[in-house]
């Protein structure tokens, strides 16, 4: 088992209602883990978001706090729903209608790593998957509402900031010719999960950096995103989608050689996003 189920940075002063997480990035690939995947130590990091609590860890230098996942996503995946159970991967559950999610192999128990290579040989138990949610997917979720509570209480909003990176080619398909290809996507359930002036803020942020943005597509949020967004209520989520191929070699699954300046940049866009709501009324739910 990962040694723990996340780690959380506090600021010093929390003066800001944005809380920022990472649920993809954790790489505590316990000997366990490794002895039970058909997968090298290598290939079972290709789904990971690797590198992407460190280009967000200068959060809580500007109030916000950064929550992160501590194990990783092929162990137990925290963007999906505790239910989302796959009947090819744990015995004794029941085929219920269609998710794609789980027939993709990419269920809260990933059967699956990137391109579909599978990462067991055979099944494993309900008890073994109830215990990888049980022990690391419960207490993440719970204190990342402690969290989006604690900032709501003190600011009257909170503001999730869901971090995770995509692979370059996932752009291929909506890349327009003479168009610059976005290095950023926004997703925010198609204006479901946060109010309009969030987003913007946001998208703003990123612009101003230098990136290229776009919203919802192809990636508009999923389960955290969903869960957490309620802007009616106050709390709004929004994705972030950070293109890979921008601060890492995606191959190697290394930094490249942009990823200090990726860093800088991003210090920037993070201390403008952690102004969220200062100074100002409640944010208005829409």
Request: charged share 25%; with cysteine.
């Amino acid at each position: 088992m990962p040694a723990n189920a996340y780690d959380v940075v506090l600021p010093a002063r929390p003066h800001s209602c944005v809380v920022f997480a990472s649920p993809h990035s954790g790489r505590d690939y316990s000997w366990s883990f490794l002895r039970k995947t058909v997968l090298n130590e290598h290939a079972i990091r290709s789904s990971e978001d690797a590198f992407v609590d460190q280009l967000f860890d200068c959060a809580p230098e500007f109030g916000a706090a950064f929550l992160m996942a501590g194990a990783p996503r092929a162990f137990v995946d925290l963007n999906r729903a505790p239910d989302e159970l796959d009947p090819a991967l744990i015995e004794g559950v029941r085929r219920v209608g269609h998710n794609q999610r789980i027939a993709s192999g990419l269920g809260v128990i990933p059967r699956v790593v990137a391109n579909g290579r599978a990462i067991y040989r055979g099944k494993m138990s309900m008890a073994e998957a109830r215990a990888r949610i049980d022990g690391f997917w419960t207490p993440y979720h719970k204190r990342l509402q402690e969290l989006l509570d604690a900032a709501r209480t003190r600011h009257g909003q909170a503001v999730l900031v869901d971090c995770h990176s995509m692979p370059h080619e996932a752009m291929d398909g909506i890349a327009r010719t003479g168009v610059r290809r976005p290095d950023i996507v926004l997703g925010d359930r198609y204006g479901a999960a946060a109010s309009g002036e969030v987003v913007d803020r946001i998208e703003a942020a990123f612009a101003e950096a230098g990136f290229a943005v776009t919203r919802n597509t192809p990636f508009a949020g999923a389960y955290i995103t969903q869960a957490y967004g309620k802007p009616r209520q106050g709390q709004h989520a929004v994705q972030v989608e950070i293109d890979r191929s921008l601060y890492m070699n995606e191959r190697l699954i290394r930094p490249n050689g942009n990823f200090e300046t990726m860093r800088a940049t991003l210090r920037r866009v993070i201390e403008e996003v952690a102004q969220i709501g200062q100074g100002q009324v409640p944010l208005a739910a829409e």
